[in-house]
């Protein structure tokens, strides 16, 4: 069955970065892509941007472009999430989905992994 | 970026309560648009997609319907494990917005 399994919750600090991984499994996951979501405690959802699995190009949303590096790793089936310059606003829940063919970034979530808790604080 | 609203924001429901959720767009997605159902502490749940396509698994006591800026969910005869957040997302144009939430409260 189609699976994502995210990687444990961080607590990080102000400054720092943190790299999120996604490993997918259940399905050729050279045929989709993947799109992060985030969540901040008590508030709703975010699409921060896509990454074929296929060819690992990437699509973001502008406010992440630049601070956001998505990158894949075909060996393991798993994609990465890194994103620098936390602040505390940066303080949610990190979602990966399965989304869109591998050539084309448009198209709903419809496998996700659990959700990786990120804390910023100092 | 295009804007999802949706209406209610929060709606009080009875078990067997027929449920309408509406998201409006700030321009047309056409009918790229789905619908999440999202419990505390869950990763969200794809219900919907391309506005009326219900997905694999899902009851279908659960619809949707509209084209271009105005879209609706409707949940017939609502069962308790329907109480959760509903979401709304377009994907017919980069940055793919989500709706703010409705949350599902028991009257």
């Known amino acids: 069955q189609v699976q994502l399994e995210q990687s444990g919750a961080e607590l990080k600090k102000p400054g720092a970065s943190v790299k999120v991984s996604c490993k997918t499994s259940?399905?050729?996951?050279?045929?989709?892509?993947v799109a992060w979501v985030r969540q901040a405690p008590g508030q709703g959802l975010e699409w921060m941007g896509w990454?074929?699995?296929?060819?690992?190009?990437?699509n973001f949303a502008q406010k992440f472009q630049g601070r956001v590096t998505m990158t894949t790793d075909a060996s393991t089936n798993t994609v990465y999430m890194e994103m620098r310059n936390l602040t505390s606003d940066d303080t949610g829940v990190y979602f990966c989905?399965?989304?869109?063919?591998?050539?084309?970034?448009?198209?709903?979530?419809?496998?996700w992994g659990q959700g990786t808790p990120v804390t910023v604080s100092s | 970026d295009i804007q999802m609203t949706q209406s209610p924001s929060t709606l009080s429901v009875s078990v067997g309560d027929r449920v309408t959720i509406t998201c409006r767009a700030s321009?047309?997605?056409?009918?790229?648009l789905a619908w999440f159902q999202q419990k505390p502490g869950k990763a969200p749940r794809l219900l919907i997609f391309?506005?009326?396509n219900l997905q694999n698994g899902v009851p279908s006591r659960f619809s949707g319907s509209g084209s271009g800026t105005e879209f609706t969910l409707t949940i017939n005869s609502l069962q308790p494990d329907d109480l959760a957040t509903y979401y709304c997302?377009?994907?017919?144009?980069?940055?793919?917005?989500f709706g703010q939430g409705t949350k599902l409260e028991i009257k």
């Open positions: 321009q047309s997605v056409s009918t790229y």
């Open positions: 259940g399905y050729a996951s050279s045929t989709y892509g």
């Open positions: 990454i074929s699995a296929h060819n690992g190009k990437t």
């Open positions: 989905a399965r989304a869109g063919e591998y050539y084309d970034d448009s198209g709903p979530g419809d496998f």
């Open positions: 997302q377009q994907y017919n144009q980069n940055v793919y917005t």
């Open positions: 391309k506005a009326s």
